[in-house]
């Protein structure tokens, strides 16, 4: 077996360890005769699988019994949906920062449904960035406030959690459990899995209880949070393979130490934008002091350039490191189960493609 | 490794050729160096496996390029929503069936939406069965009409697919692509994946593309069809590792013969049926002309025999016999997957249990 280096932004990486034991156990679950992905979401073993998930990612987030854990099926996209729908009535406004590509999309469901005020907007800002804590314009009562805490496209990380005078409704899709939070800041976070948590096609959403309580109840059950609240998830068949590995993932995290992971994510984007510091060849994409973390994104000094680095970085095991469809350039998308060995390997590829381009 | 027999009605057993598969290359997909699980769904790996499964699926159930088959997270239960939402507008009627457990659900979300009209109503009769042909009352000028094929709970199916006059939707959750039908007399049919298709996680929804583009446009991105559709279930993040074993269970329904998988279902089905009528001391449940081939149910004479059967049927590793929590009774359900050995396992065992306890 020889695994590549693989900075994809989501779908991405996934603990190596956990990929094993999925292996090991794939058709037979620890001695239950069939595959995680046959068994009864209504049955034992599974219901054994789907608790632990949840009080691992709760205990992980320091997050106490006003707040419920749900497997919501649609990713951050239907979140941006779900939100307005549940949360914003007529008459009612809710505050959106816009900024970036993901942001904008979720404000732009929210138009679909209801008032919004845009109370930041940097979207479009380059060198990319988040606003400043007091470049937000909150309305006075407003009925929620959304951000994104960071934009996996631009590569811009919000620092320092705004308080917002509303419920804030954090999408944390490309950076939850990668750094030092305050969750109980929010009222409600989500993250579309595939990044942080575990493979695609769920979103992890943390919700105070009394908060979706207070959710419309004149739209489709499917699409009320109560019904994830209510009947934990299993209102319906949950994606169950997807959680088993979410599951693993966050005793992964666990058994790691987050503080530990917290470090390691800090000093392995460290490593990459020393090196762009230290060039005049590469360029990083976003201001200095909202640098992501978790999506390092920079510019070579020509289109062509980049296109030859992505290519011959691939040559060398280093993968998708093309910057989004929309935005060009590179982009590192380094979650907490991407392996520092992995970025030594792209920080020499980097100086001596410089030392050769340069 | 020791297999048990799972009767689960869903999630289900999968086939054992696929899973192996699938672990074989958890790690590793085919020398990428990466799992399935962490591919971008925007690279050439993963594309070739949704193109593929895709395919697979259009020629098994024989649909022509007027047709979409798409992806679509939430299970048959957000279809219940997004139908009514794309498609009964304002002063319009929608025809709904209602032939049990399920249908009754499809229909209530409709009626959050708008106007129904209930063609047939049996959903709580006993014996179980479905409506006969002259029994639906279709609604002249219906802007579509939706029928279950197949009830996972009551253990009825529809043989014949009705002509409505309407656009004509099915919910083949728990049947598709277990006998033949012709899928042609359908506008859109949809099925949850986790019975005959792979694991959960999503709805398989094929649909005719002129159908899709009359869907509401007011309605947020995420549930309309036509986002799917024209960006080929690739606007947002797909369910990958789902789509991928779906992918690998229509290679092996190929690879079977899809003919001769028909054959053996009937085959299988009229096995557990015939220890039925042969016995006093076994009910059937549904009415003999609609008995499923997929979710064979019956009775004992009591509650507590009924409890020992499945409490000693699983000792025996005969698994998740219980019928549903709703009704009570055994429950056998045999999708595709399930082998014929089961079958033969669970006659014996009936015909034991009948002898000492009868």
Redesign the interface.
């Known amino acids: 077996?020889?695994?590549?280096y693989?900075f994809?932004?989501?779908?991405?990486?996934?603990p190596?360890e956990v990929?094993?034991e999925?292996?090991k156990e794939?058709?037979?679950y620890k001695?239950?005769?069939?595959?995680v992905?046959?068994?009864?979401?209504?049955?034992k073993d599974y219901d054994a699988i789907h608790q632990e998930a949840i009080a691992t990612f709760k205990e992980l987030c320091g997050l106490n019994d006003d707040w419920a854990v749900c497997f919501i099926?649609?990713?951050?996209?239907?979140q941006?949906?779900m939100i307005p729908?549940n949360f914003l009535g007529a008459g009612q406004t809710a505050d959106y920062a816009n900024q970036g590509t993901w942001s904008n999309k979720a404000l732009k469901?929210a138009q679909?449904?209801g008032q919004v005020n845009v109370v930041a907007n940097c979207q479009k800002d380059i060198p990319t960035r988040m606003p400043a804590a007091d470049e937000f314009k909150w309305t006075p009562g407003a009925v929620y406030s959304h951000v994104c805490t960071n934009e996996t496209i631009s590569g811009a990380e919000l620092k320092e959690i705004p308080d917002s005078g509303s419920p804030l409704i954090g999408d944390m899709s490309s950076d939850i459990l990668s750094c030092e939070r305050d969750y109980s800041k929010f009222t409600m976070f989500y993250a579309?899995a595939?990044k942080n948590l575990?493979?695609?096609?769920?979103a992890v959403v943390a919700i105070r209880k009394e908060f979706a309580a207070k959710g419309a109840q004149?739209?489709?059950?499917?699409?009320q949070y109560r019904t994830f609240v209510d009947e934990n998830s299993l209102?319906?068949?949950?994606?169950?393979?997807?959680i088993y590995?979410f599951g693993e993932t966050m005793k992964w995290v666990k058994r790691m130490g987050k503080e530990n992971l917290f470090k390691l994510n800090a000093e392995k984007a460290r490593k990459i934008y020393d090196v762009i510091d230290a060039s005049g060849f590469y360029r990083g994409t976003a201001v200095k002091e909202y640098r992501s973390n978790m999506n390092v994104t920079w510019r070579l000094p020509t289109e062509e350039l980049e296109a030859q680095f992505v290519k011959e970085a691939a040559a060398a095991?280093l993968?998708?490191l093309k910057g989004h469809?929309s935005v060009g350039g590179i982009r590192a998308s380094i979650y907490n189960a991407f392996p520092m060995a992995g970025v030594d390997a792209l920080v020499e590829f980097m100086k001596e493609f410089e030392k050769k381009n340069g």
């Open positions: 077996m020889s695994r590549v693989n994809a932004a989501g779908p991405a990486v996934l190596l990929l094993q999925a292996q794939l058709v037979d001695g239950a005769g069939m595959s992905m046959e068994m009864s979401h209504r049955g099926q649609g990713g951050a996209s239907l941006f949906a729908m469901q679909m449904i579309g595939q575990g493979p695609s096609g769920m004149n739209i489709p059950t499917m699409l209102y319906n068949t949950p994606p169950t393979w997807g590995i095991g993968k998708s469809r």
